[in-house]
Nanobody
Framework: QVQLVESGGGLVQPGGDLRLSCAVS????????MGWYRQVPGSQREFVAR???????NYANFVEGRFTISRDDAKSTVYLQMNSLKPEDTAVYYC???????????WGQGTQVTVSS
């Protein structure tokens, strides 16, 4: 059973930085395309960033060069470095893994990011 555990969320002032981590267990990370999504209460979950097994990345338009997704397959961990955070980045951030073999999706429990002064 694949499990994803996010960490690194918290309260940060506007303009600050945070690094989220997603630890994957139960399977080798290399077979998964990995992504980050976010959700605010009352809204749909939205795409933030994605990285495939070859290291190719893509980002939502609102990222505007502020976030960087990366992966360390040896550590079975995916990261989201978030810089220049804005109050509108406040959300619960979720890690997603999609198997390249089965195309099945897995989700973590989420980590809260709050950007406020």
């Amino acid at each position: 059973q694949v499990q994803l555990v996010e960490s690194g969320g918290g309260l940060v002032q506007p303009g600050g930085d945070l690094r989220l981590s997603c630890a994957v267990s139960g399977s080798a990370l290399i077979i998964y395309d990995m992504g980050w999504y976010r959700q605010v209460p009352g809204s749909q979950r939205e795409f933030v960033a994605r990285i495939n097994s070859r290291g190719s990345t893509n980002y939502a338009n609102f990222v505007e060069g502020r976030f960087t997704i990366s992966r360390d397959d040896a550590k079975s961990t995916v990261y989201l470095q978030m810089n220049s955070l804005k109050p509108e980045d406040t959300a619960v951030y979720y890690c997603n893994a999609q198997s390249q073999i089965s195309l099945k999706d897995y989700w973590g429990q989420g980590t809260q990011v709050t950007v406020s002064s």
